[in-house]
Nanobody, 126 residues
Framework: QVQLVESGGGSVQAGGSLRLSCVAS????????MGWIRQAPGEELEGVAA????????YYIESVKGRFTISRDNDKNILYLQMNSLKPEDTAVYYC???????????????????RGQGTQVTVSS
């Protein structure tokens, strides 16, 4: 069974930066569509960023374009999310996620990501 373990969350002031990391228990980071999804209190899950196998396509939701960068280290099986210029509306629990069926959809639609970690809290104060 694949496990995804996130780290790097925390509390920052608006304008600050955080880098989230996700270590996968199996060699999936390079083979599957990997992404980050988030859930704010009282809100639905929202896809934030995704990366297709082979880095051929990278997706971001409009609200994070130019501020967030998704990347991965295939050798270490780690997925990252660099978050800059953070805003209070970025406050949420962030989950590392994957779509287990390779060759299918890859993008920022959260329901497609059936593999998820336990989440890490990101809090941005104004």
């Amino acid at each position: 069974q694949v496990q995804l373990v996130e780290s790097g969350g925390g509390s920052v002031q608006a304008g600050g930066s955080l880098r989230l990391s996700c270590v996968a228990s199996k060699d999936i980071v390079s083979a599957l569509c990997m992404g980050w999804i988030r859930q704010a209190p009282g809100e639905e899950l929202e896809g934030v960023a995704a990366m297709s196998p082979g880095d051929s396509d990278i997706y971001y939701i409009e609200s994070v374009k130019g501020r967030f960068t998704i990347s991965r280290d295939n050798d270490k099986n780690i997925l990252y999310l660099q978050m800059n210029s953070l805003k209070p509306e970025d406050t949420a629990v962030y989950y590392c996620a994957a779509i287990s069926a390779s060759g299918t959809y890859c993008g920022t639609l959260a329901p497609f990501f059936e593999l998820r970690g336990q989440g890490t809290q990101v809090t941005v104060s104004s």
